[in-house]
């Protein structure tokens, strides 16, 4: 078995209007009690905007820590769900799921190397 990150990228931007994002949570919320009764779901989280992060980079010796994403972009890190599955297919089965319940959003699949 390996297990899977499922990325999810949004657009940077205002956060949508609560009856919007209420519906979107539960139906996010149904997709990830389907994942643990399946036995594949691992673990998930949402992630705060990208401006309150913390960036610690080192070089020659010295650690540098500055606010602030790590890049610059139209889209961020929104959240993510680590999966266990035997294969790419039932990662992208999975991925199909979240993805039609957060459209238009991207959802990347990556294997992890452990």
């Known amino acids: 078995m390996t297990q899977y990150l499922l990325s999810i990228y949004q657009p940077d931007g205002p956060v949508p209007e609560p009856e919007v994002l209420e519906k979107v949570m539960r139906e996010l919320q149904a997709v990830n009690e389907e994942m643990q009764a399946a036995g594949v779901w691992v673990f998930a989280a949402g992630l705060h905007p ?65």
């Open 50 to 114: 990208p401006e309150t992060a913390t960036v610690v980079k080192a070089s020659g010796g010295d650690v540098l820590v500055t606010d602030g994403p790590f890049t610059e972009g139209k889209e961020h890190l929104g959240g993510f769900t680590v999966i266990e599955v035997e294969d790419l297919d039932a990662a992208l089965h999975w991925a199909r799921k979240v993805a039609v319940v957060l459209d238009p959003l991207s959802i990347e699949v990556r294997p992890s190397q452990g």
